[in-house]
């Protein structure tokens, strides 16, 4: 059963990882932030009361002590509370994850598609004005800062053109009963439409200002592996064989292309929850980015540390999961204890 | 031909951990209390949009301004503020009578009340909300307690609708602090049990409105309270949206996405007024000051302080920096405070005389410290206003060296005392004169940032924490203001206004100058 084995093993190997990159976040949080009691409690945070905060919250322990209760916690699946809001970090983070995750998602829907396309013409018509055009959007897509487009996505599309909204995630009249915090998945279970088309509206903007990068290094990516493609000996023997040049390019040259792509799209995956940040902001979308980020300045030590833990394992089963499945899907990938 | 299984497999890993986290974001936070409004009420709807989530809604457990709107709007204290104004009104106190020696302060409670989830306001729940936050039974983040509840040693139920609450010292402002939107307003003692002490999620009180839900980072539904005691809402639904973004919040009013916002500055005022929405702007509780280290061997000696004082031209620069956004200010106390004095006067402009005493005291150099950000009492931020002050004392031969800090670790810097000038600024409390003029007599560094110390200012300023309301306990505040002028601990800079804006569409809009909105008697025509 070298599967087993090799889940078992990977499985094993998330412990030393999260205890790595607990450690990490903990000393970082605890060095370079600034004490959150003054935050915490705010204009009237005299000597005394910031001291007894400090005491009341265990800060005042030796850090060994405070990372030997953090690591405690976790394992008991309380990662404690919010300093600020006195709400279990738990809470607070999986009120907000699955709007990070419909972003993303369908960012990278949207850059897949997107990108694909435009490097796949811009491959097939390479020196052309159609090249050139798409190469000038790919360059635009890769220089243009998320913040600024997203502003002016939302001057243009909301504030002179008056289309679409300007931010958040849904009409709050309109929201759906929670049942997996992702609308478009709600308001279809809800059966309700109106609901549906109000999050899509909501979610063109955002989606468009954070998949921009992402469709710029795909439609890029795309172009480079698809010119390698074309010139390959198997596609002059298709063509000869009296194939379409359509069916040459998708049956042929696209499929084949598509491997190094699809590496580029699961790697944007990653990047794009980092890169919700500030879309997440320009947009309010109530996702995990901004808030963690809010988190960081307020040093709101129990909420960074919850964060970092869950995106850290998050991670590393999407990557296992991707290994997984590659492995059931294409039999030439075996994990023997060599290659794995 | 050869599949691609790879796309496949990352499709589908995808798919998995899409389900993964749905299951997850079951336990979301997002709490509701009764349905939520249907699409029918949708022309029945006030949308205001606020730069942040609140902190909490437990009225005990949060310090922030976003928190306050929406909590004015849900609770309701024993005592009120004056429309325009931040004068003492009954609540749900119908009156209250004082002992002779002040200890004891007696309230009437209003009959018929209740609180959202059905059961009675009484003598019993005042008593559970005050003693929940005594010291003693407060926690440490019960940010306020201290400042509101600080003095008071028992609190006891005469009969259901009475109860008499004892002070350990004598302390006027102590009704104010009771009209305040932190700490004081009453909370149902019933969902307190539920809610293992904190409310911060589900919020049950008095007021107009009742709590619906709260998607974080999203907004906050209220539906209209039917039983409520006083005038009803006139509007059913009303709706705090979170819109971080200040352009975007701007773009969401004119737009008409939302009704009204706040949070804005100066810069943007021409763009809503052109989109033909109305910008709101009273003066706000507030003052912006630069504080002398008055234990430094430059600042100790008054004249100095005079001197650097009268080298600023302050109506000048709070017109650069703030554009009409903030009034020069001439007192401490903003004028809609009781125990304001209209005419005391800060010491005025004269570079020359200034330039004199500076040689003649031979200061040419001083050392300033300032924050980066802007705040509520300076939206030009602490560093631009140290940079417009270092100008106006290089024109009188006096070099500064400005270090600058984020807000945070600068309050570190202003509590450890290595300069000889800071910036700082304070936000009212509870309306009350002692609240702004005691930061001078504050034993804490961190408050009393001039760690100026005089025996006849503090002594005053015990006098007016114990003198009864009226003329004889403003004149005290207006001898505390003069020994400002006199002695210069401060230099005055401005009161801010709050600026907020809303859709002509909005009718009674009313935004007190306390920074609160009290939505229940706004409407909006279609």
Known sequence: MPMLKFIIKRLLLLIPVLIGVSIIVFVIMRVFSPDPAPIVLGQHATVAATEAWREANGLNAPLHIQYLNFIKGVFTGDFGTSYYTKTPVIREIMARFPATIELAVSSIIFASILGIVIGTVSAVKKNTVVDSAGMVTALLGVSMPIFWLGILLIILFAGVLHILPSGGRIDPLLRPDTVTGFYLIDSLVAGNMKAFVDALRHLILPTVALGMYSMAIIARMTRSTMLDTLGQDYIRTARAKGITEGKVIRKHALRNALIPIVTVIGLQLGSLLGGAVLTETVFSWPGIGSYTVNCILKSDFPVVQGVVMLVAITFVIINLVVDIIYAFLDPRIKYTREEA | ?526
Not at chain 2, 200 to 214: A, D, I, L, Q, S
């Open chain 2, 1 to 526: 031909m050869k599949k691609n299984y790879r796309f496949l497999a990352l499709a589908l890993s995808l798919v998995l951990c899409i389900g993964l986290l749905a299951g997850c974001s079951g336990g979301s936070a997002s709490t509701t209390a009764t349905p939520a409004p249907t699409e029918a009420t949708l022309a029945d709807t006030l949308i205001f949009a606020q730069g942040a989530d609140p902190r909490g809604l437990d009225p005990a457990m949060v310090d922030d301004g976003e928190s306050s709107k929406v909590i004015v709007n849900i609770y309701e204290g024993l005592l009120k503020y004056a429309k325009d104004s931040t004068a003492l009104e009954p609540c749900l106190a119908e009156s209250w009578d004082v002992s002779d020696d002040g200890l004891v302060y007696t309230f009437h409670l209003r009959q018929g009340v209740k609180f959202h989830d059905g059961t009675d306001f009484n003598a019993e729940a005042v008593k559970v909300n005050v003693e929940r936050q005594m010291q003693g039974n407060a926690t440490t983040d019960m940010t306020y307690a201290d400042f509101v509840y600080g003095y008071v040693t028992k609190v006891d139920v005469i009969d259901d609708y009475t109860v008499a609450i004892t002070l350990k010292d004598v302390c006027t402002p102590f009704l104010y602090n009771l009209a305040m939107s932190m700490a004081a307003p009453m909370v149902s003692p019933k969902a307190l049990e539920e809610y293992n002490g904190n409310l911060n999620e589900n919020p049950v009180g008095t007021g107009p409105y009742k709590f619906v839900r709260w998607d974080k980072e999203q907004d906050i539904v209220l539906v209209r309270n039917d039983d409520y005691w006083g005038d009803k809402a006139v509007t059913e639904n009303v709706i705090f949206r979170i819109i971080k973004d200040n352009s975007a919040r701007v773009v969401a009013l004119n737009n008409g996405e939302v009704d009204m916002i706040d949070g804005i500055d100066a810069t943007v005022v021409d763009e809503i007024t052109a989109a033909g929405n109305i910008v709101d702007q009273p003066d706000g509780m507030n003052i912006n000051y630069m504080a002398y280290n008055t234990t430094s061997d430059i600042f100790k000696d008054a004249a100095t302080r005079k001197a650097f004082s009268q080298a600023v031209n302050v109506p000048e620069l709070v017109q650069s920096l703030y554009q009409g956004y903030a009034s020069p200010a001439d007192t401490i106390l903003p004028s809609f405070v009781p125990g304001f004095s209209a005419d005391i006067k800060q010491v005025s402009y004269d570079p020359d005389a200034a330039k004199t005493a500076l040689a003649a005291a031979g200061v040419t150099k001083v050392h300033m410290i300032s924050y980066s950000n802007p705040r509520p009492y300076n939206t030009a931020t602490g560093q631009v206003l140290a940079e417009a002050i270092q100008g106006y004392l290089a024109k009188v031969g006096v070099d500064c060296t400005i270090d600058v800090f984020d807000w945070t670790t600068y309050k570190e810097k202003v509590k450890a005392g290595d300069y000889d000038i800071c910036f700082y600024g304070w936000t009212g409390d509870n309306g009350d004169p002692d609240n702004f003029m005691s930061l001078l007599s504050d034993k804490d560094p961190a408050m009393n940032v001039a760690r100026y110390d005089n025996a006849a200012y503090n002594d005053l300023i015990a006098q007016g924490k114990a003198a009864p309301e009226g003329a004889d306990r403003d004149a005290i505040y207006k001898q505390l203001e003069q020994i400002q002028v006199d002695e210069n601990p401060w230099l005055l800079i401005s009161h801010s206004k709050l600026l907020s804006a809303y859709s002509p569409k909005v009718q009674g809009y009313y935004y007190h100058v306390t920074g609160n909105i009290f939505l229940s008697q706004m409407s909006k025509t279609n």
